[in-house]
């Protein structure tokens, strides 16, 4: 059975890595395009059909068993292992990190104590979800290779970071597979993240992050879906916001961290 001690202990883990990974050293500076996307407001976006509520998922994970907590806030940051399973996640490792930050005026201040939930498809490009039942199996459209959409046992699927003194979330996940919405109309929804962020008397935020990289396997045709999203490619929304939700993940310029891409994003909110 799952103990309290164990995910206590890994989540003290998880933010002692926050150092390795130059968080704690406060290296999330702007002059890259991490802090140029940082002085936009964050865009909203859909929350989709797969949020983890209490009953939906097929296969229920409850790391901390306080169950006053609802199963979407009940797991640690790491979604690439499950607390009393020994295997890991299939798929690319990447870590998330960034700032959630208030916009007031001119000024963008820190919010500590914001709570952060990530959900994601698996690496396969399946929802631990039971709404999640279309095209379990499809054709690549550039490789015409079959995919099988399956469910991995080892990947937690959703998690919860809840930011520090200086407002900073760190998550641990996989690139997610793309998935077919529309065959038809050869609609792929491209790799994506989902968020919830909520922080005291502002309102919640519900986006998604998506992915770019040179190392981020078969970016290429990656690029290719971000450009075709309808989702992504919300006209409502001007190409500067739309870009500002692409994450570039790279390798840690320190070569501290060897097995995962790095991608930094602050969420930044407003009344």
Same mark, same amino acid.
Do not use: C
């Given at each position: 059975?799952?103990?309290?001690?164990?995910f206590?202990?890994?989540?003290?883990?998880?933010?002692?890595?926050?150092?390795?990974?130059g968080?704690?050293?406060?290296?999330l500076?702007?002059?890259?395009?991490f802090?140029?996307?940082?002085?936009?407001v964050? =865009?909203?976006?859909?929350?989709? *059909?797969?949020f983890?509520?209490?009953?939906? @998922?097929?296969?229920?994970i409850?790391?901390?068993?306080?169950?006053?907590?609802p199963?979407s806030?009940?797991?640690?940051?790491?979604?690439?292992?499950? &607390?009393?399973n020994?295997g890991?996640?299939m798929g690319?490792?990447v870590?998330?990190?960034?700032?959630?930050?208030?916009? %007031?005026?001119?000024?963008l201040?820190?919010?500590p104590?914001a709570?952060?939930?990530?959900?994601?498809a698996?690496?396969?490009?399946r929802?631990?979800?039971?709404g999640?039942?279309?095209? @379990?199996?499809?054709q690549?459209?550039? !490789?015409?290779?079959?995919?099988?959409?399956?469910h991995d046992a080892?990947?937690?699927?959703?998690? +919860?970071s &809840? !930011?520090d003194?200086?407002?900073r979330?760190?998550?641990?996940?996989?690139? =997610?597979?793309?998935?077919?919405?529309?065959?038809?109309?050869?609609?792929?929804?491209? @790799?994506?993240?989902h968020?919830?962020?909520s922080? *005291?008397g502002? =309102?919640?935020?519900?986006?998604?992050?998506y992915?770019?990289?040179?190392?981020?396997? %078969?970016?290429?045709f990656?690029?290719?879906?971000?450009s075709k999203?309808?989702?992504?490619?919300?006209? +409502?929304m !001007?190409r500067?916001?739309? %870009?500002s939700?692409?994450?570039?993940?790279? *390798?840690? *310029?320190?070569?501290?961290? !060897?097995?995962s891409?790095?991608?930094?994003?602050?969420?930044?909110l407003?009344?």
């Amino acid at each position: 059975m799952k103990r309290h001690s164990d995910f206590f202990s890994r989540r003290s883990f998880l933010k002692s890595s926050l150092s390795a990974l130059g968080v704690a050293a406060g290296t999330l500076a702007a002059g890259s395009a991490f802090g140029q996307a940082a002085q936009l407001v964050t =865009p909203r976006q859909t929350l989709g *059909p797969f949020f983890p509520d209490e009953g939906d @998922p097929v296969h229920e994970i409850r790391e901390n068993l306080d169950f006053r907590l609802p199963i979407s806030e009940a797991n640690d940051n790491n979604l690439t292992s499950i &607390i009393g399973n020994e295997g890991r996640a299939m798929g690319q490792t990447v870590y998330v990190k960034g700032r959630v930050l208030f916009q %007031d005026g001119k000024e963008l201040v820190p919010q500590p104590g914001a709570v952060i939930i990530l959900w994601n498809a698996s690496s396969t490009g399946r929802y631990n979800h039971r709404g999640d039942t279309d095209t @379990p199996r499809f054709q690549h459209p550039k !490789t015409g290779e079959w995919i099988d959409r399956e469910h991995d046992a080892n990947f937690q699927y959703w998690g +919860r970071s &809840i !930011t520090d003194k200086r407002g900073r979330y760190l998550f641990k996940t996989v690139v =997610p597979g793309f998935y077919p919405v529309d065959l038809k109309d050869g609609w792929f929804r491209p @790799p994506h993240l989902h968020f919830m962020v909520s922080a *005291p008397g502002i =309102p919640q935020l519900v986006t998604q992050l998506y992915f770019k990289g040179d190392k981020i396997p %078969d970016n290429d045709f990656i690029q290719i879906l971000n450009s075709k999203d309808y989702i992504l490619r919300d006209s +409502r929304m !001007t190409r500067e916001e739309q %870009d500002s939700l692409v994450v570039d993940f790279q *390798p840690d *310029p320190s070569g501290q961290i !060897t097995d995962s891409l790095i991608g930094q994003y602050d969420f930044v909110l407003k009344f």
